[in-house]
């Protein structure tokens, strides 16, 4: 009697902490108590009790959100956790109430670690075309929270990226990219190599402006993330 006392309490207890603060793992749309929206990825593992690296990624306000895969359609938050990838991912959306701003993207974590407990050591941003102006503004902003970054397939960046010396970022173009040009994309990565950035340049043999399917549902983009971890977390 009393070892099954115990096992159901050992089952509740497991229970609650896949649920922690009403957090469930999978993809959900959610509202911080500001107001700003953003869609959130947990595991199947996550149990609220484990310090998982977050990738807050952004995209542009364009079709890329919903893509037709397979003859299905998927959202790339999706795509990301496809082939079930051990972090939390955040996606923060923007509206015109509540517009991009990099004190909105600090606001959304600020307000969210207490739900989802993510390891501050590993913080990472990812972007994919127009997003990387975003990521780029975040990164100017406040560096600090994020070990690395990654971009994928980023258009025309004007910035001082001073700042940025000696900052981890990964750049990930298609040879064949129709919208950014290897040779704008060349120009570009020797613009970030003059602000003494720590730069991986990568690019991806015949690969167009749909490369990110290919790179955000495969490993290498994460383990070299993963590779980057802060000293200290924020």
Do not use: C
């Amino acid at each position: 009697m009393l070892r099954a006392i115990f096992l159901l309490i050992s089952f509740l207890l497991v229970w609650n902490l896949h649920r922690v603060n009403g957090q469930e793992p999978g993809l959900t749309l959610a509202t911080t108590q500001s107001g700003l929206k953003y869609e959130v990825y947990l595991p199947e593992t996550w149990t609220g009790a484990e310090n998982l690296p977050l990738l807050v990624y952004f995209e542009d306000a364009s079709d890329t959100a919903s893509i037709l895969v397979d003859g299905k359609r998927q959202s790339l938050m999706e795509i990301v956790h496809e082939s079930e990838k051990e972090f939390i991912t955040i996606r923060p959306i923007f509206t015109s109430d509540h517009p991009f701003s990099p004190e909105h993207v600090l606001t959304i974590l600020n307000e969210t670690r207490p739900l989802y407990r993510w390891n501050s050591k590993q913080t990472y941003l990812v972007g994919i075309f127009e997003g990387n102006k975003m990521l780029i503004q975040t990164l100017l902003k406040n560096k600090e929270p994020f070990a690395a970054a990654a971009m994928i397939s980023p258009r025309k960046l004007d910035a001082d990226f001073s700042y940025l010396q000696g900052y981890p970022l990964l750049f990930v173009h298609g040879e064949m990219d129709e919208y950014l040009s290897l040779g704008q994309a060349w120009k570009l990565k020797d613009v970030l190599l003059a602000a003494n950035i720590d730069l991986v340049y990568s690019v991806v043999p015949y690969g167009m402006e749909n490369i990110y399917l290919k790179v955000l549902s495969s490993n290498p983009i994460y383990n070299w993330l993963l590779s980057y971890p802060k000293e200290e977390g924020y």
